[in-house]
């Protein structure tokens, strides 16, 4: 079981990755935008990142920039899951919305058995 953070600051679509990520047999930690999600990884490293690009308060890009700028966290896969996906060119891996349920699944599930060293 892997801990995943989703960040998105649409409260429906984060119930409905963590039910997806849940059901796949993973933890799940949410935040609403990236200030939050900075936050969230302070307090427990998560295995994986899934975020949207356009958020209030701080953007998805934004917060891939710090999560790639800081030692502690640079090792982190990023997912980018977003209309916006195009923009989030420091993530691992990104899929375009709307999106399957399939591919949301296989896409974490590849990084977080290959890691970032698997781009």
């Known amino acids: 079981m892997a801990t995943i953070l989703v960040v998105d600051d649409e409260p429906d679509l984060r119930f409905l990755m963590r039910r997806i990520f849940t059901r796949a047999g993973h933890q799940v930690v949410e935040a609403g935008n990236g200030a939050a999600a900075l936050d969230a990884v302070r307090q427990a490293r998560p295995d994986l990142v899934v975020t949207d690009v356009m958020m209030p308060v701080m953007d998805g890009v934004e917060l891939i920039r710090r999560l790639r700028a800081d ?9 980018s899951v977003s209309s916006d996906w195009h923009l989030a060119v420091h993530a691992d891996a990104a899929l375009a919305k709307p999106y399957e349920r399939a591919q949301l699944v296989a896409a974490a599930e590849r990084l977080l058995s290959e890691g970032r060293d698997g781009r």
Do not use: G
């Open 71 to 79: 030692p502690a966290t640079m090792t982190i896969p990023i997912l």
